[in-house]
């Protein structure tokens, strides 16, 4: 695939086979993505890549502990809730995808199981928990390479026919990654990534949410 055919025709998964993924391939995604930038090439990224029992794990405590109403213990800081357009646009990326799912507005029981989907990584094969240096708390560039790096995974994954969602659920409940996924406490937990073979008769899995336009998002000085 070219470039310009990765990025257009990527999209986030959200329904996996029941297939593992190899070591080598997850190890040839991670070498590509690693390529990106990074500030003053720090690299201050660590992938904790998980399959198997332990990420079974992970699953279960996650999906207990929100179920048992136990507050989420998040590490990497989320902010104020989203208001105004940016509630807007992660309202209708929501409307999207439960129009796909055939969820509506007032089951609640097909919303809570889509909510718990994400905490169990959407049962996805893999699971990459993307930590940082802890000394490199408060710096705003790390962050960003986080991400940057994190961007390139996804791309790198989908070139090889593999598909990902970056999420949150997954690390709401950091005791329980940190433990099971063997995360030393010289790291900060920012977020985890589902991982594997796309299932192509998911539902939610052909949506493409909606993009902003260069003109609404874009500004050009000095040009003619």
């Not at 996805?124 to 408060?138: F, M, N, Q, R, W």
């Not at 010289?186 to 985890?192: F, L, N, P, S, T």
């Not at 594997?196 to 949506?207: I, K, L, M, Q, R």
Request: charged letters at 30%; glycine letters at 6%.
């Amino acid at each position: 695939m070219t470039y310009e055919e990765v990025v257009r025709s990527r999209r986030s998964i959200r329904g996996y086979l029941d297939k593992p993924v190899p070591r080598e391939l997850i190890e040839e995604v991670l070498e590509m993505a690693m390529r990106s930038p990074s500030s003053m090439n720090t690299q201050p990224y660590h992938f904790h890549v998980i399959t198997g029992e332990p990420l079974d794990r992970i699953r279960k405590g996650n999906t207990e502990r929100i179920l048992a109403g136990e507050p989420d213990s998040r590490e990497f800081r989320r902010g104020e809730a989203f208001a105004g357009k940016h509630r807007d646009r992660q309202i209708a990326c929501a409307v999207q995808l439960f129009e796909a799912m055939g969820i509506e507005r007032d089951d609640k029981e097909k919303r809570q199981d889509w909510v718990l989907r994400g905490f169990r990584q959407f049962d996805a094969p893999v699971c990459v928990i993307v930590t940082y240096d802890k000394e490199l708390s408060g710096s705003d560039d790390t962050p960003f390479d986080c991400g940057a790096v994190t961007t390139a995974l996804v791309n790198a994954a989908w070139s090889r026919g593999l598909g990902c969602v970056i999420n949150s659920q997954g690390i709401m409940q950091s005791p329980v990654v940190r433990e099971n996924a063997h995360i030393p406490d010289d790291q900060v937990i920012m977020k985890a990534v589902a991982m594997g073979w796309p299932d192509e008769d998911f539902p939610a899995n052909p949506v493409r949410i909606t993009r902003r336009s260069v003109e609404d998002a874009a500004r050009f000085v000095g040009f003619d």
